[in-house]
């Protein structure tokens, strides 16, 4: 029977590649995908093993957490510091660095993520997954500190996603690799090559959006939206269709599928909590925005480029514009005109 290529076998060929490598890359790749299959082993039986319903904690953010916010955390936790591939951890659902329990055994990298992306879907059995993104460790320091995770985006080695719905996807972004994406046979519990470099369409007739912020938008992002609902008839001269996941992985993975543009920008709503962004930059926007890039779309705040931002603090947050690169740019320029 025929196997296909595995995402161990694809790691070690795209290692040939680069002339620096020692083999400690795809070690951290396994860590994340032998986490990401225990998280969707947890997601895929729910209610059957008490995973559904919330915790009595919220996080760094103040969010109220999920009961799977928790345990996901968890299985990173264990599956990343064990290994010494990782030379430091943050979370989505941690204040601070996690402290790696074998201070003598420090990887080159260091790891952020958010191990449960769109949590507030799971009581309802909407698509949840994990973001994570891959950012090199500085040489020859026992102990990273919070700058050392403060990195330009365009400074990442790596970046994915794990898609749990139907099936279970992981899209993996290495730098100046392309995008490819591995689905999970769990048959026999590998993660098998299935789309190989993919690329986000140009032409798109979608857009997501929170609608309801509606009377919170700036103008730039409220002509867009006009035009796009104007159809035909518009100035855009085609009728678009609405999408609303609430969910930034399955935003982004309907986006490289079948193009598309996600929008989480800034507004009044969001300025007034003293707040300058919805989705957290270092890993959330970075992370997308380098996998959306490298399939040939774009990603910015609306106004910038998301991956040359200067992130201050480790759960920064920043708005986020990305998906088929023609309505990016167009969405981009209404700001900037602005």
Not at 28 to 54: F, H, T
Not at 129 to 136: E, K, L, N
Not at 140 to 156: H, I
Request: aromatic share 6%.
């Amino acid at each position: 029977m025929h196997i296909g290529t595995t995402l161990t076998n694809y790691i070690i060929e795209t290692q040939r590649s680069l002339p620096e490598a020692t083999g400690e890359f795809t070690g951290l790749l396994n860590d994340i995908s032998v986490a990401c299959k225990r998280i969707s082993d947890l997601v895929n039986k729910g209610d059957l093993v008490g995973m559904l319903g919330s915790a009595d904690s919220e996080n760094v953010q103040g969010e109220t957490q999920k009961k799977l916010d928790v345990v996901t955390n968890e299985v990173f936790i264990e599956a990343l510091t064990q290994n010494g591939h990782i030379a430091g951890l943050v979370s989505e659902e941690m204040d601070d660095i996690y402290p790696l329990p074998n201070p003598s055994r420090r990887g080159r990298y260091l790891l952020l993520c958010d191990p449960l992306d769109g949590s507030s879907n799971i009581d309802v059995n909407v698509s949840v997954g994990t973001i994570f993104s891959i950012v090199r460790a500085p040489e020859g320091k026992e102990k990273p500190s919070t700058e050392d995770f403060l990195q330009q985006g365009t400074e990442q080695v790596a970046a994915g996603y794990c898609l749990y719905g139907p099936s279970t996807i992981l899209v993996l972004a290495v730098k100046g690799q392309g995008v490819q994406m591995f689905t999970l046979n769990r048959d026999f519990g590998e993660f098998i090559l299935t789309r190989k470099d993919v690329q986000i369409p140009e032409e798109t007739k979608e857009f997501a959006i929170n609608v309801s912020n509606q009377r919170h938008w700036e103008e730039p992002v409220r002509r867009y939206i006009d035009e796009c609902l104007q159809g035909k008839e518009g100035p855009r001269g085609k009728d678009f269709n609405m999408r609303w996941v609430a969910s930034m992985v399955a935003e982004v993975h309907r986006i490289l599928c079948r193009g598309g543009i996600f929008m989480y920008p800034l507004d009044a709503k969001i300025k007034a909590k003293g707040q300058s962004g919805r989705l957290r930059l270092m890993y959330e926007a970075n992370p997308m925005s380098l996998i959306v890039e490298q399939a040939g779309g774009a990603a910015t705040t609306g106004r910038q480029r998301i991956l040359e931002l200067d992130p201050s603090e480790i759960h920064e947050r920043a708005p986020v514009v990305l998906g088929s690169r023609a309505e990016v740019d167009v969405v981009t320029r209404y700001h900037n005109e602005g």
